[in-house]
């Protein structure tokens, strides 16, 4: 990541910070509306669910200028993802959902240079995940 897409994705995260609880929801009903079949890995009551999301979120969106500083919560969570029952194929159904929540959250402030720097950002923590839950990307899928 550049530090311009740095700064895209923790000035826009701030903007949608202040509704961290109607975005998880949006966001956990995005993500099972195009993927029902992960419904059952949650718990019935998605309060505290939404607050980790948006909890982690922040934690990675502050942590973006010093990457090494977040990879070992982020191998941390993909490990704990494997007991769930979280596939390597999930992560991308899992990015659609933020990036569309973002879109919605947003609203005129999602631009293509957000969207290009919340991809990015998606991107290579989640590749990173992958290579840490299952190995390399390749052998994942």
């Known amino acids: 990541m550049t530090p311009d897409q740095v700064k895209l994705v923790q000035l826009s995260f701030s903007k949608v910070a ?23 890995m949650f ?3 998605m309060t505290e669910q939404r607050k980790k999301l948006m ?26 993802h494997l007991s769930y029952g979280a596939k390597a194929e999930h992560y991308p159904v899992v990015g659609a959902a933020l990036l569309w929540t973002l879109e919605k959250g947003l609203g005129d402030g999602w631009t293509p ?4 720097a919340w991809t990015t950002a998606y991107g290579t923590l ?3 995940m ?4 299952y190995g390399s990307p390749q052998a994942a899928e």
């Open 130 to 133: 992958i290579s840490e839950a």
């Open 55 to 80: 909890a982690m979120l922040a934690a990675v969106v502050n942590g973006l200028n010093n990457l090494e500083s977040i990879l070992p919560a982020a191998s941390a969570l993909a490990t704990r």
């Open 113 to 116: 240079e957000v969207a290009d």
């Open 18 to 40: 202040p509704i961290s609880e109607q975005a998880a929801m949006l966001f956990y009903d995005r993500l099972f509306e195009i993927a029902p079949q992960v419904k059952s």
């Open 126 to 128: 989640s590749g990173y």
């Open 43 to 45: 718990p019935a009551d």
